[in-house]
Structures are given as structure tokens and as C-alpha cells.
């Protein structure tokens, strides 16, 4: 802000507008690196919760975590050896019947909203997909437990299946739908061309080439349900028992911890601690599985 | 010759009937595949439907007892028979927005960060990081809010707000510190929103077109004020959408809060008092609820939470889609 140097001496009104307009921009510079650094602070401490997080499951997991962890039964207070093999297995069975009902619905889903752009039926079936992933997973609780429990007069495997299914259906019919709409038209309408029918030309080659897509949707939606435990109190129940009877309350590894940690012992703290992380390996792994079901297949795609 | 042309003409009906039965075969196919996604689709506006009947129907009994009152009265009184869930509204309300007020600021900043200052190497890890935090279960942040949060709120933040800092003349700051409390389940609930709200604003912000923030340098405003004049102005509707959905997490997280609130049913003006939210209010007392106006007043919470859900996560999907068809537009 130097005064140009082939033209007149600046009067006093040029001067003070100089002098002021300098000031200005020292505040604005200031002002800049105030906010910018204000704005790294910001990030890293968004970062910080699941570096802490992550410490102290491992601080306190990792020392519970032991073969027989895998292997045992739960063992009453003051027993050594105790395990959640039961609600391993029964975290097993229940993602299991929550698939075999989401899946299915949730792929069909998706194909309807992808095949039927535009329609009004498809965009309220849209929106009601995001409407239903929105809801509080406990409201999916207590409606399995009002559909099934109640009528059938007891908790159920069953019923924590549905629960868990019902909270897929959205979640696969949303990613289902933006992998088939990655398809080119192109490729369907060579399909077409060649005389193929329109529902072998969906099955064969639209939903084949989403597949990698479509199941890295259904992985992050299993990742997902996998660890809830709201919907499951009113509806598997758990177990304290071994039992894979589809008909009976299962027993399943989130409100196992659950239970655990509201108890006063310390030896059960120490367990909640090891069913964590375990529950969370698992979580990791299926993400990590879903991450590269897509890698190099779609590029840049929806990885989340 | 003519019989070889005979024989030409006579046998190609074969293909053509096999071409025939393909068509007639895939119209059956194809009428089967459209009915039965028709039927997938169907079932999501259905099982919606099924779902606000089924609960409504549990919830009966106590709405139609208590009226309007069950909104409005704080008399939650298992023993005598009364319920009311307004301090149960209220708690959700509470924590939901000590939630918001904490995450939306991280939200944003990190958001500004990895659109604006970060290498874009480092974008990917970064979001990577953040939106793990959406793959830990409730349960399991609910597991390290007793054995980490609660500790260190009662004997560190706790004392530090109300003594150190002399925030305990407000109401808002008053009373023993005993951990459990309305500010431990906004704590953890803000971690647990942070990368609903993230997501989305990272997406918007990295939507700015580039002639947004070029033109705002170009008139010689630094890099803060493009920020603040050009890009976030342009991204706040969709920053709105994500805080929204946020709140729709945030107002029905159950197993975390249940953990950390301390479960009373009393309405305080303190963030240092124990609580209830709609959602830990069902799980804690459902299994002990003493007979069938107790189960049904909770059924009725659960559709009192449910509807505000919904209205909740509609308005949010109206905004993001919203913004994202000025997008397409412009």
C-alpha cells in the first residue's frame, strides 16, 4: 500500500484512506488466520472421539479376549472362563434371518425404484424408504414385539429377525437402487437388442453388473444392524443358555454387553469390555469386506 | 431344388416357434419379475403403515385414558396409575439439542476442512475416519460412557463448569455432580450424530461450484471470508438438511442414553440432574412395566416418538433434496 511514486504528492484525505484501508486488511488478515486455524482445531477435535474410543476398547477389551472367550458358555459371578459363545452364535442366526428377509425385498425394492424412475409410486416409495431408515430402531422394537411377540405370547429369535430385517429393507433398497442406475443404458439395451426378455435382461445383466455394488450395500447394511440391541430386548430377549432354536429368545453379543455393563461386577465389566470389541472386529471386518466387494469395480463409487 | 427350397421353407419354423415360446414364455416372466418387485416396493410404504398402526393400537388404552394430558402432565407414576410423558418429551428435547449445538460446529469444521484447506489425498481418510464413527453400536458407546464419560464428568468437566469456570450461578449448571446426568447423554450423543451431520455437509460443500469461491477471491476477499460470504451461504440449506437428520438420530438413540442418563422421570432445569428421553424410558422400564396401562403408556411414548420422527427426517429430506435440485438446475 505504497503510495504510487510517479504521481503527486497524496493529499491528507488520500494518506488517511490509505492508512485506514491498511488497517482494514491487517483486521481481515488476522481475522483469516483466527478462523482458519479455528477450523483445524475444529477437525481435529472431530477426529479425537473415535481415536479415545478406539483406546480404550482395546485398553480394556484386549486383556478379555481370550480363546475360551470364543468357546465358553457365560459363567456365573466369581467363575473363571467365562464366554459368549452363545451370543456369538445367536448374533450369527439373527443376521442371518433378518437377510434372508431384507435382501430379498430390499434388492426387489431397489430394482422397482431404479427400473421405474420418475413414476409417482417410485417417488414415495423413495421417500418412504428414507423415511423408514430414519426411524429410531427401538420403534421397529416395539412394533415386532406388538406384531409378534405379543400374539404368540413369547419372545422369539423370529421376531428379532424381523425386526432387524425391516431396518434392512431401506437401507438395500436405496443402495441397490443408486448401483443399478450406474448400469449403462447401453448395456441393457444391447440385452434387449438381442432379443433377450426385459426380466432376464434385469436379473442377468442389469443386477449382475451392480452385484459387486448391490453387495457391498447389503454388507454395510448388515454392518449395521449386526449391532444393534434396542429392537432385540423387546424381541430376541437374550439367552443365558445355549440355544439355536429359532422359536426360542436367543441369546445375541449386543445385549449380552448390555447386560454386562449395567451389572455391578467387575469380573462382568470385564467381559462387556471383550464383547465390544469383538463386536466391533466383527463390524470392521464386514465393512471392510463391503469396501472391497467395490474396489476397482466402480471407481469412485459409493463407498459408504 | 425345389425340394431343397421346400425343405428350406418347411424347416426354419422350428426357430421361429422356439423364438415364440421365448416371447410368450418371457411376457409370463416378465409380467412375474414386475409383479414381484412391484410387491418389494410395495412393502416398504406397507410395513410403514403396518408399523404406526401396530403401535398406535398398543398405545391406546393410555391415550385414550389420559387424553391430551399424557402430553402434558409430568405425573409419571407407575404405582398409582398416572402417566404423563412430558419429562420424558422434554429430555429428548434437552439432550437432543445439547447434542446439535456441540456436533454442528464440528460438523462444519471439519466439513470446511477436508473441502477447503485439506489435500484431497487426505479427504478420503479423513471422512474415512469420521464416518466410522457410524459403525460403533450404541451399545458399545453406551458401554464407554459409564466406565470413561461419567468418571470423568464427575470429577472433571462437572466441578471444572461449575466451580472453575462460576457457571454454576446459571440453573443451568446447578446441583451435585454425580455423572450420570442430561449433559452425559448430550455428550455422547453429539459424538454419535457428528457423522450423520458431517456427511452430509461434506457432500454439500464439496457440491459449491468452483466459480463460487474463485469469484469471491477474485474481489479480493481472503480465504475466511470466501468461506463465510461465498460458500457456506450457498450450502446452508443442505448443512440445515443434515443437522436435521441428525436430530432424527439423535431423538431416538436408545441404548447409549439409557446408560448414561440416569433414568428419572423428573423435569430440571439443570443439565447436571439425571433424566429420561422417550426412547431410554421404553427400554428401562419395559421389561418391569407393572401390567397393561404401564406397557400401553409406553407403547403410546413410543408412537409420540415415532411421529415426531418422522415429521423430523421428511423435513430433512425435503431440504437435502431440495438443495440438491437447485443443484441439477443450476
Redesign the interface.
Known sequence: MTAPTLAPQPSARQQAFTRRTARTLRR??A??VV??I??????V???L??I??MY??LK?GASSVQWHFFTNMPKPVGEDGGGMANAIIGTILLIGVASLLGL??????G???A??RGKA??N??R??????????????G??AW??LV?PLGHFSAWAGGVALG?MM??MV?RTTEEMVRLVPVSLREAALAL?Y????T??TIVLRTASAGIVTGALVAI??I?????PL??TAFGNQFWSTSLNQPIAAL?LQ??NY??SPYDEW?AQ??AG?LV??AL??II?LLARFATRGRFAGGS?? | MSDVIGRVAVSPPAPPRR?TG??E???L??R???G??????????L??A??AI??A??GWPALHKFGFEFLTSSAWDPVNGHFGAAPAIYGTLVSSAVALLIAT??????S???S??APPWLRQP?A??????A??????????G???LLPVLRTGLMPFLRDTLHLGVLPLFKGAAYGPSMLAAGLILA?MV?PYI??VSREVLLAVPRAQREAALALGA????T??GAVLPFARSGIMGGVI?GL??A?????AVT?VIGNRPEISASLFAPGYTM?SL??NE??EASGDLHLSA??AV?FV??VI??I???V??WLVWSVSRKDAGS
Open positions: 481481515r488478515r481475522v483469516n478462523m482458519v479455528v477450523v483445524c482445531a475444529l477437525a477435535l472431530a477426529t472421539p473415535l479415545v474410543i480404550y476398547l480394556f430379498p425385498v430390499g434388492i426387489g425394492a430394482l422397482y425404484l427400473e421405474h409410486l417410485a414415495s416409495v421417500f418412504l424408504s428414507d423415511v423408514l431408515n430414519g426411524l429410531p430402531s427401538i420403534v421397529m416395539i412394533f406388538q406384531f405379543r425391516a429393507i431401506p433398497a432379443g426378455a426385459k426380466w432376464r434385469s436379473l454392518a449395521r449386526a449391532g444393534e440391541t434396542a430386548l423387546f449386543p454387553i448390555f455393563a449395567v465389566h462387556a469390555w465390544a463386536l466391533i463390524i470392521f465393512s463407498g459408504d | 423364438v421365448g416371447i414364455g418371457s411376457a416372466g416378465d412375474v419379475y414386475s414381484l418387485i412391484w410387491l418389494s416396493a410395495i412393502c416398504v410404504p410395513l410403514l403396518l408399523i401396530e403401535i393400537v398398543a460446529p464440528l460438523a462444519i469444521g471439519i470446511v476442512f477436508l477447503e484447506f479423513v474415512f475416519f469420521v464416518d466410522l464413527l459403525a460403533i453400536p450404541s451399545v458399545v458407546y453406551g458401554l464407554w459409564i466406565f470413561v459424538i457428528l458431517a456427511s481472503t480465504k475466511w471470508e468461506i463465510w437428520l432424527g438420530r431423538l431416538g438413540e436408545t441404548m446408560m426412547a421404553i427400554a419395559f421389561s409406553l407403547m413410543g416418538l415415532f420422527t418422522v423430523v427426517n421428511a430433512a429430506r
